[in-house]
Structure formats: C-alpha cells, structure tokens
C-alpha cells in the first residue's frame, strides 16, 4: 500500500467523512506512515475535517501501540514462555526496563523499527500497563500531531502549487519522515563513540 492507492481509496469516500475517518483508522494498521502521510493530504485537500483526520489517526495508532502490548502479555500464556520469564536474565531485564518504562516507549515512538520490540516485550514483561498506555498515548499525541501538522501544512502548499508533482512531494516527505530520525540515531551514536 501506498499513500496514493489509500489517498485515492478513501477519496472515493469523501461524501461520507466518517467512512474516510474509519478508512485512515483502518491504516493505521497496515502502515502508519502511510496513513498519517494520506490523513493529512486529505484534510489539506478539504475532503475531511482535519480534527477528524487527526482524531482517527491517533486512534488508530494508540489502539495498535495497546494491541502490540497486548500480544505480548498473550504470549506470556504459552507455557514455553512462562518458563523463559523465570529466568534471571529476564528477571534482570523487566527491572531494568521497568525503571525506564516511559523513556523506552517513549523512545521507540520516535525510532523506526523499535516500537515493536518496545511494544510486544512490555507486555511480554508483564510492565505496568497503565503506565505504558500514559507513555504511549504521550509519545503517540506528540509524534501524530507533530508529523499531521508538517504534511498538512505542506500538504495544502503541494494541493495548491505542485499539480501533478503533488505525489512526488508527497513521496519525498513520507522518506524524510522515516529516513530522518534514523539518521538521528546513527549521528548521535557516532558522536558517542568520538
């Protein structure tokens, strides 16, 4: 799935704001990126409320960060690992990962390819799942809002000048947004070594 196939799906619905709401609710699933990248186009291009847009967005995402930490408190229901919890190891690392339970969700909102090691091994732990809701409802409104705000922003800059260039800026944005932060990660690690 792309950003132009679920843009143009949902903008066949864009009589009915609470099927695209449902629709861009429903991505979130598959792919966030995508979702957040065609939520806010599709708010910029008038076709939902961008209070809708965002609302759903966030709803999907957080019921997603809430299904990963409940995939791993099922798993703790397998025998196999149940046995694997009693080892000391893990015993030592649901320590230390509950001392820093906000900051690793808070975290893995903002690294790609973290959230569902963060996420499912949380659950898995058996951590605080009050606590990791409030980190990741946080994490969750600060990146959402965040990313909706730049492409929405932009997105109504790219409906209006760009025409037909308006995918491939919308292309280019989505790449910044997942390209970036890595890059972040790899300079600050770097920079501890120097």
Avoid: K
């Amino acid at each position: 799935m792309d950003v132009d196939s679920l843009y143009q799906a949902l903008l066949a619905h864009a009589g009915s704001p609470s099927v695209v709401a449902l629709g861009i609710l429903a991505a979130t699933f598959v792919l966030e990126d995508v979702a957040s990248v065609a939520a806010a186009l599709l708010a910029a291009a008038g076709v939902i409320a961008p209070g809708l847009a965002l609302a759903a967005l966030f709803a999907g995402i957080v019921l997603g960060d809430l299904g990963l930490y409940g995939l791993g408190r099922l798993a703790t229901r397998n025998p196999f690992a149940r046995r694997i919890l009693r080892r000391r190891g893990l015993i030592q690392a649901r320590g230390w990962m509950d001392s820093r339970l906000f900051a690793s969700v808070f975290g893995a909102r903002f690294v790609p390819g973290a959230r569902l090691p963060t996420y499912t091994a949380s659950g898995f732990l058996g951590l605080s799942f009050l606590r990791f809701a409030l980190a990741a409802v946080i994490a969750s409104v600060i990146w959402t809002s965040g990313l909706f705000a730049v492409i929405y922003s932009f997105g109504a800059l790219v409906w209006q000048e760009l025409g037909p260039w308006r995918w491939a800026a919308a292309a280019t944005l989505l790449s910044c947004a997942i390209v970036l932060p890595r890059l972040w990660v790899r300079f600050g690690r770097v920079t501890q070594r120097g």
